[in-house]
Nanobody
Framework: QVQLVESGGGLVQAGGSLRLSCAVS????????MGWYRQAPGRQRELVAR???????NYADSVKGRFTISRDSAKNTVYLRMNSLKPEDTAVYYC???????????????WGQGTQVTVSS
């Protein structure tokens, strides 16, 4: 069974920085992509940043130039470095992994439990 464990959320003042980590464990054939999504109260979950196994990266426009996604494939871990944080970045951040459970299988999505990021003004 695949599990995603997130860490690194917390409370920070506007302009500050945080780094989120997400480690994937369990039995799987491959990880195709990993990403971070966030959901603020009363809003839909939205993509923040995503990185594929080929290191193709995309960011939400609202975080470009401030957030950096990276991965350590040897550790099945993805990171999100968040700089110049704004109050509007406040949300629960969820890690996502798109993976193939075995060779030839359709890919599936797995989610972490979420970690709260709160940015005070």
């Amino acid at each position: 069974q695949v599990q995603l464990v997130e860490s690194g959320g917390g409370l920070v003042q506007a302009g500050g920085s945080l780094r989120l980590s997400c480690a994937v464990s369990g039995t799987m054939f491959s990880i195709n992509a990993m990403g971070w999504y966030r959901q603020a109260p009363g809003r839909q979950r939205e993509l923040v940043a995503r990185i594929t196994s080929g290191d193709s990266i995309n960011y939400a426009d609202s975080v470009k130039g401030r957030f950096t996604i990276s991965r350590d494939s040897a550790k099945n871990t993805v990171y999100l470095r968040m700089n110049s944080l704004k109050p509007e970045d406040t949300a629960v951040y969820y890690c996502n992994a798109n993976l193939s459970p075995y060779m030839g299988a359709y890919s599936i999505d797995r989610w972490g439990q979420g970690t709260q990021v709160t940015v005070s003004s």
